[in-house]
DNA sequence: CTGATTTTAGACCTCAAGTTCAAGAATCCG
DNA sequence: CGGATTCTTGAACTTGAGGTCTAAAATCAG
């Protein structure tokens, strides 16, 4: 009963999403989220009760789908190499593509609220946990199939595999594409 | 002729570049560079103009004491290997000491200010092509030494350090110091 | 239809960020 | 010392961020 939400709360929290992305939490204000999402502000405060709590959600869908993403695209067909590689190479073209270089709002997060947001910090903790471990299922997938050597330890692999992820996306801000390339190969020249 | 400054722009600078780096550029207010820095909000704008100035002269100064400190370190007796090696791990433990984990300050900022901000790009493109050269002379050097394979590419794998490095420092917001050691022994396993 | 309940949207409020200013203080020159 | 010049500072100003509130609108139960 009552009146009916005018608005889908996924759709939202979406589209609240790409701007927090595209212009980072301090950058993005109550008009901005306004606009994106179409959605009046007093509506925006009476559903979601606060920026930060749009946030939150925000940062939680976001990790749900990058996860979902990653966990799809390495299970293609191919050697763990291969697919490691060419995730490593999508991201990278993700990054370049569109004219804001916006990064991963998981990485730019923490770096904007850095410690002194307990909550965020512990979310993005997890994200980066979740794409370890999806980096070493690969790895150990690829050691049943023979394509990679039974003697690595797939959870130091992927633990650097995920540096390597973060670091790429940082240096996406400021070099071109042929040197980021460059970088991947040089990166996962041993496997 | 006319008042003298009662206060070394230099150390002003450092100040604020301390509180910059804490706090992030948004997260820095008139009244906190006024509090760290000692002097009141009006002199700071009637010497520097604006906030936004105050932080492009923190960002290089930033810039320039961290390459000297950088050249200095490498050069340090030692094979390429060994050097790198102890200065990533000086840079992890820097980043976990204190309880800030405030990063490297290049880093945050393009990732806070990420395409927004044409200038504060162009110069952390520029400290990161520093690094990326201090890397390589020292690879270099390694191969003259005798310590680095001849048909190594000097500038490849100096890239592919600086994104490593890159990725720890966001690895080091949220994971702790063992799992960072073990990064670091992964990615200079070669060499 | 009425009343209960919930959502909507824009006006409204408060406060702090970022900056400017006016009045005074310190210095050098002649 | 008087004046020119530059620096200092707290107060004052402007703007927008972040959030609240209220009157109207939409829905459903009875």
């Given at each position: 009963?009552?009146?009916?939400?005018?608005?889908?709360?996924?759709?939202?929290?979406?589209?609240?999403?790409?701007?927090?992305?595209?212009?980072?939490?301090?950058?993005?204000?109550?008009?901005?989220?306004?606009e994106a999402t179409g959605v009046a502000k007093g509506s925006l405060y009476h559903s979601f009760g606060?920026?930060?709590?749009?946030?939150t959600k925000a940062l939680d869908l976001y990790g749900r789908?990058?996860?979902?993403?990653?966990?799809e695209?390495?299970?293609?067909?191919?050697?763990a190499k291969?697919?490691?590689?060419?995730y490593l190479v999508l991201l990278v073209d993700m990054d370049l593509d569109g004219p804001v270089r916006r990064g991963c709002l998981a990485q730019n997060t923490v770096?904007?609220?850095?410690?002194?947001?307990?909550e965020a910090t512990r979310t993005v903790h997890r994200?980066?946990?979740?794409?370890?471990?999806?980096?070493?299922?690969?790895?150990?997938?690829?050691?049943?199939?023979?394509?990679?050597?039974?003697?690595?330890?797939?959870?130091?692999?992927?633990?650097?595999?995920?540096?390597?992820?973060a670091g790429l996306r940082v240096m996406a801000k400021t070099f071109d594409r042929p040197v980021l390339l460059q970088i991947i190969d040089t990166a996962l020249a041993r496997l």
């Open positions: 009963m009552g009146r009916p939400k005018s608005f889908e709360p996924d759709v939202v929290i979406a589209r609240a999403m790409e701007t927090f992305w595209t212009k980072g939490y301090a950058g993005t204000s109550p008009a901005d989220l306004a606060s920026k930060r709590e749009l946030f789908t990058g996860s979902e993403v990653t966990e695209f390495l299970s293609r067909p191919g050697t291969e697919r490691i590689h060419a770096e904007e609220l850095g410690g002194r947001d307990e994200i980066e946990e979740r794409m370890v471990e999806l980096f070493a299922a690969r790895i150990e997938r690829g050691q049943r199939d023979g394509d990679v050597d039974r003697d690595v330890d797939a959870r130091a692999q992927a633990l650097f595999i995920q540096t390597t992820l």
